[in-house]
């Protein structure tokens, strides 16, 4: 079996110990983008962790990331009407998760949040906003629905 992972911009990717990144996973720092890995984490098969055009992602100490996850740190522009979106550009966005998160299958995580420590998103969750240390979150967009202690 053959098991492949795409590196883009491997310079300004960074990737702690022990870690784990299964088949297909796809980590893209292209445009002045960052990915900072921490200590520990696991990163399932066909993960998208995508840092172009200015994005930031950085995951802490052993995260647990599930199949088909995406994390899009930027987004497209699209405010003038006259110009197709595709040529309006991107603005950078950042998008942190920190030590021991779990994010299930599936999931997306968009610019500009947080997932606290010690967190659980739900498989198939839109993370569209910050979420606290230790919650539960689920659903579409993700909402709290239990805290952990």
Partial sequence: MDIECDILNPRNIYIGDDINILSKA????????????????????????????NGSIIIGKNVMIGPNVVFRASNHNFKNLSTPMKLQGHSGGKIVICNDVWIGANATIVPNVCIGKGSIIGAGAVVTKNIPEYSICVGVPAKVIKKRI
């Fill in 26 to 53: 796809n980590l893209n720092a292209n445009g002045n983008g960052l990915i900072k890995i921490d200590n520990g984490s696991n990163i399932n098969i066909n993960v998208l962790i995508d840092a172009s055009q």
